[in-house]
C-alpha cells in the first residue's frame, strides 16, 4: 500500500538579494500514511514554512516531488485543507458564511452548505456564533472557524502551519486538546507546524525534527503515548522526558537564529 503523502527528495532553493540562489529544502524524504498526525519542529527559518507550502502545492517542488495516494501534487487542490497562524477569515462574512466560502466557490446551494457549516461550527464549538463577524470573536474562536472552514471541503489531508502560535498559553492548550478530538472524529491526516517542542508531542504520533541551512529532517521520533490524551499527560516524566530529548536536538540551531 502506497502513503497517503509521499514527499520524495524535494528541495527548494531561493534567491538571496545578491541573485545567489540558497537552498531551504534539501532532498527531503518522508511517507506518511493515512489518518496519521505528524507534527514538524525547527528553528525558525529552517524550511518549515516553505516545506508545508510545497505539500499544498501553493509552491512548486523544484526539484522531487509530492504525491497524494500516490498522484503528484502540481497545484492546490480539494484535497488539501489549510489552517495559517493568521486567520484568513473575510471580514466583511459572517462566522457561517466563511466557513462555506469554499463549498459556495464550488457551486454548493445554501440549502445543503448550511446545514454542513452549522454541524461544522458544533464541532469546534461555535454553535451559535455563526451570524457573528470575525472582528467580534477572540483570536481562539477565530482560529476555530479558520479549523472549520478547512474541514468545510471535506479534505483528506490538514496542513497547519502554527495555527495556535498567536494564542495565549491557556487558550492553545485547549485548542490543542479539541483538535485531538477532532481528530480522532473527522479521521484526517494531518501536517502540523509548531515550534512548541510540547504542542508537537502532545498531539503527534510522530515528531519530525528539522535542521536549519538546509532545512532537512533531522530526526522521526515516535510518540508511544496512548489515545485519547489528557492535558495532564504533559507533566509527566515520560512526556517530559521526549521534550528535553527533541530541545537538545534543536537547541543548537535555535540559539544560532536567534543571532540572525
Ligand atoms: N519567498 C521567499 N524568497 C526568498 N527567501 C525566502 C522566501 N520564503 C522564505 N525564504 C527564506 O527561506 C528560509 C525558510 O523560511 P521558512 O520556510 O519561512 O522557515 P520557517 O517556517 O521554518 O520559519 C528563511 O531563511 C527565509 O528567509
Ligand atoms: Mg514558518
Not at 505539500?55 to 487542490?77: W, Y
Not at 466557490?105 to 469546534?124: A, D, T
Not at 498559553?169 to 473527522?186: G, N, P, V
Request: proline share 5%.
Amino acid at each position: 500500500m502506497v502513503a497517503k503523502l509521499q514527499v520524495q527528495n524535494l528541495s527548494k532553493y531561493f534567491l538571496t538579494r545578491d541573485g545567489e540562489p540558497r537552498k531551504v529544502l534539501d532532498k527531503i524524504s518522508l511517507d506518511i500514511e493515512e489518518n496519521e498526525f505528524v507534527c514538524i519542529v525547527g528553528a525558525s527559518g529552517c524550511g518549515k514554512t516553505t516545506f508545508i507550502r510545497s505539500i499544498g502545492g501553493l509552491i512548486p517542488a523544484e526539484e522531487g516531488d509530492v504525491r497524494i495516494d500516490g498522484k503528484r501534487v502540481e497545484g492546490p487542490g480539494g484535497d488539501r485543507g489549510f489552517v495559517f497562524q493568521h486567520d484568513s477569515l473575510l471580514p466583511w462574512r459572517t462566522v457561517l458564511d466563511n466557513v462555506i466560502f469554499g463549498l459556495e466557490v464550488r457551486g454548493m446551494r445554501p440549502s445543503q452548505s448550511h446545514p454542513l457549516g452549522m454541524s461544522l461550527l458544533k464541532l469546534v464549538g461555535l454553535s451559535s456564533f455563526e451570524n457573528h463577524y470575525p472582528s467580534e470573536l477572540s483570536g481562539g474562536m477565530r482560529q476555530r472557524v479558520n479549523l472549520a472552514r478547512a474541514l468545510a471541503i471535506d479534505p483528506d489531508v490538514l496542513l497547519m502551519d502554527e495555527p495556535f502560535a498567536a494564542l495565549d498559553a491557556q487558550t492553545r492548550e485547549i485548542m490543542q486538546r479539541e483538535l485531538l478530538k477532532i481528530w480522532a472524529e473527522k479521521r484526517k491526516t494531518v501536517l502540523f507546524i509548531t515550534h512548541q517542542i510540547d504542542e508537537a508531542v502532545y498531539l503527534a504520533d510522530r515528531v519530525l525534527v528539522f535542521s536549519s541551512r538546509p532545512g532537512r529532517v533531522a530526526a522521526d521520533i515516535r510518540i508511544p503515548f496512548a489515545r485519547p490524551r489528557e492535558l495532564s499527560l504533559k507533566r509527566t516524566p515520560e512526556f517530559l522526558k521526549i521534550v528535553d530529548d527533541i530541545w537538545s536536538l534543536i537547541e543548537q540551531e535555535v540559539v544560532a537564529s536567534m543571532a540572525a
